[in-house]
């Protein structure tokens, strides 16, 4: 299943960017028929490029009149090029195209031509004409879109020398070169990355002798890209990368299994990306991936993803779990979602699902829920649900979600939630929070967790909900 799974998701993601040169085809053999006919279709577009041969950028006719498969050369996409004993299909594009291409891409006002235009910059790339492209393209913000999937498209057929051209650029090249070669070839990307002595390889000087980037920062971003790559092309992989990674304290490595996660999601069924996370390691790391998954599960199936969340009951793993699928399966139908949770054991799981559960039926429909909350006999379970309900009912009605904060009889839970409830209220009100902070008897450590918290909430524990 996994072999075929890596297949899939080999083929979507170089099928992404192939997508847009796919689309650029079929739309120009419709928009911008070539031949006899172009001269016709140039009345509806006449603010768009004509090649050196007098045919419409868009059109599915090359330089000098081939035909794609034609004896002018066989008309090839990025995906179709490959290194490192693959054959390198020429171009159908001469020059003249592409910058024809590339000046529709910088000068249109239409975005439809534009995006068009990038798609035949992306056919007509080789590893032979890929500086020629660039030029195209390089008035870009190095976070653009485009830009970035240039680049990825240009490491995917072309390895080590895309890569190494950002290294004489001012811009972040490499990263995104490094993440398409990653995808197309992992294992020759990570022995290369897993070699590098930048300090002592004149080819980054450049970098880091010219333009001062520290060796670990710029180590960091080509690290980034590698896992990006990776996590597309096989995420055990990536996953088995970062474990290494994380064996040796190296920084930054949850937010690198961030990256994996999110490939995961967009490319396994939720219950492969379930099994991957259960078999994650490190107890930090695998919590928040399983909550997220369980999160995603209940989205597409909240039914089966309960009875995949009921086996976690009374595990460490159960609030992330358990509340990941109350949350999601409440915000779609929260009597559904609450009855699943009074089956469950009493325990953490249980409540940081009612918490998550009721916060999501206080956004919809805050009478019904808080009615519910007044069924509920004292109870851990009962301190939950208040904490989600007023949590949410903060940014509406502060007041009002104090009066219920104060009413949890858990001195724990009480004051956690009346401090995000605080928080909520500052940032709704700032001088009604204010003034109902100096008269609530406090401590004065809680006053100023509420008036002056930190920029990251969980830095002090506290969960940051709206």
Known sequence: MRNSAKLKKTILVHGAWLLAAITSFVLGSQLFPSGRNAEEADGMSAGRARGPSGQIAGSSGVHGGSRAGGEGGARVSGAGHSQGGGRVVPSAFSEEDIA??????????????????????????????????????????????????????????????????GADTKKDDMSPALAGWASANPEAALAWFKGLDMENDARFDSVLVDRKIPAEALRHGLMRGLVQGLAASDPNTATQFINELA?????????????????????????????????????????????????????????????????????????????????????????????????????????????GALREWAESDPTEA?????????????????????????????????????????????????????????????????????????????QQRILNPPRHPQADGIRATR
């Open 370 to 446: 808080g009615g519910f909350i007044q069924t509920l006999p004292a109870s851990p379970m009962r301190d939950a649900a208040i904490s989600g309900y007023s949590r949410r009912i903060a940014w509406e009605n502060p007041r009002a979600a104090m009066g219920w904060a104060e009413a949890i009889s858990s001195p724990e839970e009480r004051i956690e939630t009346m401090i995000g409830v605080g928080r909520a209220w500052r940032h709704r009100d700032a001088s009604g929070a204010a003034e109902w902070v100096s008269s609530s008897g406090l401590p004065e450590n809680l």
């Open 247 to 355: 064996a040796t304290d190296q920084k930054g490595t949850e937010g690198m299994m961030h990256i994996v996660l999110e490939a995961v999601l967009r490319t396994d069924s939720p219950a492969e990306a379930a099994v991957w996370a259960e078999n994650l390691t490190g107890d930090h790391l695998r919590n928040q991936a399983m909550g997220r998954v369980a999160g995603h599960f209940a989205v597409t199936d909240p039914e089966a993803a309960a009875v995949w969340a009921a086996n976690f009951s009374g595990q460490p793993e159960s609030s992330a779990v358990i509340g990941g699928v109350g949350a999601r399966w409440a915000s779609k139908d929260p009597e559904a979602a609450i009855a699943w949770l009074n089956e469950l054991p009493e325990g953490q799981g249980q409540n940081a699902g009612m918490r």
């Open 100 to 165: 024809s291409f590339g000046e529709l891409f910088r000068e249109s006002s239409s975005p439809i031509d534009r995006r068009l235009a990038f798609s035949r910059l992306l056919e007509a790339l080789t590893p032979e004409n890929a500086e020629l492209v660039r030029v195209q393209i390089a008035h870009l913000h190095d976070r653009s879109a485009e830009f970035r999937e240039f680049h990825y498209a240009w490491g995917a057929v072309a390895g080590e020398d895309a890569i190494m051209f």
